[in-house]
């Protein structure tokens, strides 16, 4: 069994950070790929930012370029969102997520494990 626990969400103002964690246990990382997704009220689950966790491959969604980054420390089996310069619209649920794969894949449905979610509000 593989567990994902999200921790670092929270209120803040436009302008300001916050960075996000995912611990993950129960089996070996080598080979998984894994992700940052957010949802907000009424849209679609969307894959902010992924990471493999071999060569350390990134992606970020136009929208949050410049802006998040992704980065994993393998020893410690965890993956952060640094989310910087944060707008009112990044407000959502943000979820971690495991694929066993060596791709970087955007469909939520393709993701084998989940956290349980964070939220993340930027007032205005």
């Known amino acids: 069994q593989v567990q994902l626990v999200e921790s670092g969400g929270g209120l803040v103002q436009a302008g300001g950070s916050l960075r996000l964690s995912c611990a993950a246990s129960?089996?070996?990382?080598?080979?998984?790929?894994m992700g940052w997704f957010r949802q907000a009220p009424g849209k679609e689950r969307e894959l902010v930012a992924g990471i493999t966790w071999i060569g350390g491959t990134t992606y970020t969604v136009d929208s949050v370029k410049g802006r998040f980054t992704i980065s994993r420390d393998n020893a410690k089996k965890t993956v952060y969102l640094q989310m910087n310069s944060l707008k009112p619209e990044d407000t959502a649920v943000y979820y971690c997520?495991?694929?066993?794969?060596?791709?970087?894949?955007?469909?939520?449905?393709?993701?084998?494990?989940w956290g349980q979610g964070t939220q993340v509000t930027v007032s205005s």
């Open positions: 997520a495991a694929r066993a794969g060596p791709t970087i894949v955007t469909e939520p449905n393709r993701y084998d494990y």
């Open positions: 129960g089996r070996t990382f080598s080979t998984y790929t």
